[in-house]
């Protein structure tokens, strides 16, 4: 069940949670991710969509999160990987693919692992565990189907 | 740059070094965990979201308001159709690809320039939401 042990991940998730939280703290905003692909598409679309004004407010400290993120990644790798850089050999057409349901999905969900698996779950939200469960139970079922399937 | 996009940048820092350190930036442990092989990404999600809780429960106790102005306010959204069909949607692409919107974004800090792509589709799929599908007022 745990072939890597528990400690990275375990770790890892109190460091992000350390991060929503200093966020919470200082600002009130929830440090969701999702959302950052419809508040920067309101610099190039002018569908009503796009345009609301709270894409337009967000967009901004959204892209902050975003830099934040990659930032916080180049530290790690520069300082702790024990691999350093990492390149997937995930197939281009599973990015794709993937990415494609993904956008989509969230964005017509209103929230990703972020918003309602961590933002949604601490706030004690029924919609997003209901989200939750819900990605949970089609993403296993999708990636045994696809390791039934051969793709691997 | 304002204080509040520095706070939010600095707070992503801190965020995207664990998703770094917990391997969610690697479709590949994503995949593993979906597969059953390794059930560590419980911890991730469950280790941040318990912390986040106590910050959600006990800081505005503390504190009137949030030091940069604003105020605190838990995330509450309402159950809808759309929420449940997106998440199943997700869910589907999350084990076709390994990839989650902060996790594919902070995989371009480790070095990972194959996730361009999947970060190019996400904003397609983001586009094609807010161009077809109609809102709910």
Aim: proline share 3%; net charge positive.
């Amino acid at each position: 069940m745990f072939p890597l042990g528990i400690e990275p991940y375990l770790i890892g998730g109190i460091i992000i949670g350390l991060g929503v939280s200093l966020i919470y703290v200082l600002t009130g905003l929830h440090a969701t991710q999702s959302s950052f692909f419809t508040t920067t598409l309101s610099w190039f679309s002018k569908l009503p969509h796009f345009q609301e004004e709270r894409n337009i407010s967000e967009r901004d400290w959204r892209l902050a999160l975003c830099l934040g993120l990659i930032s916080g990644a180049v530290v790690y790798t520069f300082t702790m990987s024990p691999s350093g850089m990492f390149i997937t050999g995930v197939d281009s057409w599973r990015l794709a693919l993937g990415g494609l349901l993904v956008g989509f999905g969230t964005r017509l969900s209103n929230g990703c692992t972020s918003g309602h698996g961590i933002s949604g779950i601490a706030s004690l939200s029924t919609t997003s565990l209901y989200a939750v469960i819900t990605f949970l139970v089609f993403g296993i079922i999708t990636a045994h189907l696809l390791e039934f399937m051969g793709v691997l | 740059m304002n204080a509040r996009n520095i706070a939010v940048y600095g707070g992503g820092i801190l965020f995207g070094f664990g998703l770094a350190c917990s391997g969610m930036t690697r479709p590949e442990v994503v995949l593993s965990f979906l597969r059953l092989d390794d059930l560590g990404l419980i911890f991730v999600m469950g280790g941040a979201a318990v912390v986040t809780f106590l910050a959600i429960n006990i800081v505005p106790k503390l504190m009137k308001a949030p030091a940069l102005g604003g105020s605190f306010r838990p995330r509450v959204s309402v159950l809808t159709g759309n929420t449940l069909i997106g998440a199943a949607i997700f869910g589907i692409g999350w084990g076709i690809s390994g990839q989650c919107p902060g996790s594919a974004v902070a995989s371009l800090g480790t070095g990972n320039w194959p996730i361009i792509v999947g970060l190019a589709f996400m904003f397609l799929g983001a586009y094609i939401r807010g161009r077809f599908i109609r809102d709910r007022n």
